[in-house]
């Protein structure tokens, strides 16, 4: 079964009813549950859990039975590291790697879809199949 890494900003405009975002996040999220295993790894974890106040509720929003947990690859920092040096070549300003190298390299090394709203991974892994809003019939 194909398997769909979930970025956090989808998951968070659901949980917060995003406006914007919800129609389409929801949507989404709901047609890769009933088509592939959904992913998410201690990076998301982490960004939507600062919208909580206690463990026992990001537990309840990112249940088990809905949400695989993987661990972060070594392959994937390997990688995340090489487009952070790329990031940083072509004038970035951080001073280490992004959160979203993480998660575009975890999907990546894994063969994942990654289920986003965020297209600035496609710079940095091209070759990444994004299901995001300028990809998606759904809008």
Same mark, same amino acid.
């Given at each position: ?14 949980? $917060?009813?995003?406006?914007? /975002?919800?129609? /389409? ?48 690859? /070594? ?23 992004? @959160? ?22 496609? $710079?940095?892994? @091209? ?5 995001? @809003? ?6």
């Amino acid at each position: 079964m194909a398997e769909v890494l979930v970025d956090s900003n989808v998951i968070l405009d659901v949980l $917060t009813e995003d406006a914007k /975002w919800l129609e /389409w996040s929801a949507a989404n999220l709901a047609v890769c549950a009933e088509q592939a295993i959904l992913v998410i790894n201690p990076i998301i974890y982490a960004e939507v859990s600062v919208r909580f106040e206690s463990i026992e509720e990001v537990e309840d929003a990112l249940a088990v039975g809905y949400f695989r947990r993987d661990q972060l690859p /070594w392959e994937a920092a390997f990688l995340a590291g090489k487009c952070f040096r790329r990031y940083r070549r072509r004038g970035g300003q951080r001073a280490s790697p992004l @959160p979203d190298f993480y998660i575009g390299a975890h999907a990546a090394v894994r063969g994942m879809s990654l289920l986003t709203r965020d297209t600035r991974y496609q $710079t940095y892994f @091209p070759r990444l199949d994004l299901i995001s @809003p300028q990809k998606s019939s759904r809008s």
